[in-house]
């Protein structure tokens, strides 16, 4: 399949449409596309060369949206590094990829001696080399990598081509539907997959992106409730953010506010249920970096009827669940589809993540019931066995976070001289006791699932993208 170069067709095609909307100010596609191909040819005249590899260390806002399409309007890979990280994470990164030069918004961040580094404002002082532009895309053209988050071990630097990325948009879309009037709130990392793939999308639907640099809760519920947007991206503990935002203000969501996707680990029925009742028509989906974003999503006919499920497979995707065909049997996630990475870079590239049959392999634990509807139960990696019993956190999770006094919980296993591991819960709470919390969970969990100690904290262990780093409550204990 030949994939169109993205912002050159889109700006061909809808020039005068609002591509990108800032708090700085807005620009159509043919403005984004003029103004990333002048940058282009800057970072062309900074020795930057089709076919180079770029690691890119930016804000979330809209100079870093200018910047990435430049780079891909010069057949740059762009190597998307998390702003979070240390200096030494950064550098073992950068080194890892073997990437060509270090792209640095120097507003924000120092350079990193030692590396080959070229800074924003001095790009954007150079003279402009022309090159010849590519119109048309190789489908196995790599666009990103990105590093797992490190949740489970070593971070791996996934390949993210031209043709995943578009078979991703397009599943999205069959699925969501597109309008007019489509706008989408990004409040997501721009090096992560949830937020890099709404760049992606606004330019293969011709739809607007509103970018903020950081989540804001209260901008985001005036937003949906103004009825300036029509589609946004959470994970659980910012939907729950926005949702008592909602509920104090007595907010309710504007009818053009289609869809509230979710993602990012299993979410509470607790959240869902409140959200619902707010109007937010909620899409959980289920996805990762390995697949360029949603494998998986919940259709909003479906909502309620399966409230906990990720939904199906997305038009192009297939899931199944490893060593077993009866519905409900839980059993490791697998996923096959023309959005599923080729492989990785770096130190991993030997290392495959696909099996023989092409299905790569989650690491995360589900099931599909009777009408195929997926079921995210864990990872599997963070399970815990006591007495010979499985026990999976976010199942325990759920029930602390219908408590009305808790804000955040995370649950990890520790090691048991009687039951092998034991599961130990962290909670951010408002006011309530440790014998409250047990009485209120003794009702709703068997007594092997209770926590057997609780700790109380001001904040849980997060990556960039807000989700819950549970092999850092582990190193707590």
């Known amino acids: 399949m030949i994939i169109p170069n993205w912002l050159y067709q889109r700006g061909k095609l809808t020039p005068d449409a609002s591509a990108l909307v800032s708090d700085e100010r807005q ?14 040819q800057q970072l062309h005249h900074a020795g930057i060369q089709p076919g180079n590899r770029i690691a890119l260390l930016s804000q979330s806002n809209q100079q870093t949206v200018l910047f990435i399409h430049a780079c891909w309007l010069l057949r740059v890979e762009v190597v998307c590094l998390n702003s979070r990280l240390t200096e030494q994470e950064l550098r073992w990164q950068v080194e890892d990829a073997q990437a060509d030069f270090l792209l640095i918004d120097d507003a924000k961040f120092a350079i990193l001696d030692g590396l080959d580094c070229v800074t ?46 578009t078979a991703s948009a397009l599943a999205s879309v069959l699925n969501l539907g597109l309008t007019e009037k489509d706008s989408w709130l990004c409040m997501m990392p721009l090096f992560h997959i949830s937020g890099l793939s709404i760049i992606i999308r606004s330019v293969i639907y011709g739809m607007e992106m509103r970018l903020y640099e950081k989540f804001d809760a209260k901008e985001a519920a005036s937003q949906i409730a103004a009825g300036n947007v029509t589609a946004m991206s959470v994970v659980a503990l910012t939907l729950d953010q926005i949702v008592r935002v909602m509920e104090k203000e007595n907010m309710t969501t504007h009818p053009s506010f289609r869809a509230m996707l979710v993602g990012g680990g299993s979410v509470p029925l607790d959240y869902l249920e409140r959200a619902t009742a707010l109007g937010l028509p909620i899409l959980q989906t ?14 909003k006919t479906d909502a309620k009827r399966k409230l906990g499920s990720a939904g199906k497979p997305l038009f192009f995707n297939q899931i199944s669940i490893k060593g077993t065909d009866q519905a409900g049997e839980v059993g490791e996630v697998l996923i096959k589809g ?17 099996t023989e049959d092409g299905w790569l392999a989650t690491g995360d634990v589900g099931y599909v019931d009777e009408e195929g509807y997926l079921f995210i139960v864990d990872r599997r990696a963070d399970l815990i066995i006591s007495g010979g019993e499985n026990i999976y956190p976010a199942e325990i999770e759920n029930v602390l976070l219908a408590h009305p ?16 591991h034991v599961p130990v819960a962290f909670i951010v709470s408002e006011s309530v006791t440790e014998k409250e919390i047990l009485d209120f969970c003794e009702t709703r969990l068997a007594r092997y699932k209770l926590p057997k100690e609780i700790q109380f904290v001001d904040e849980l262990p997060r990556n960039a993208s807000n989700k819950l780093m549970r092999f850092e409550l582990k190193n707590w204990l």
């Open 286 to 299: 289920y996805g990762m970096t390995e697949t360029c974003s949603q494998t998986t999503t919940l259709g």
């Open 338 to 354: 023309p959005h599923v990475t080729p492989g990785y870079i770096g130190s991993q590239k030997e290392c495959s993540p696909l």
């Open 27 to 40: 620009w159509t596609f043919g403005e984004l596309y003029k103004e990333s191909l002048e940058i282009s």
């Open 120 to 165: 924003f404002s001095e790009v954007l002082q150079k003279e402009k080399k022309t090159y010849e532009l590519v119109k048309q895309w190789a489908e196995d053209q790599t666009q990103s990598i990105m590093y797992t988050s490190g949740t489970t071990g070593v971070p791996k630097g996934v390949r993210q081509t031209a043709g995943n990325h």
């Open 405 to 420: 006094a808790v804000r955040e919980a995370g649950v990890c296993g520790k090691e048991d001289e009687q039951w092998g």
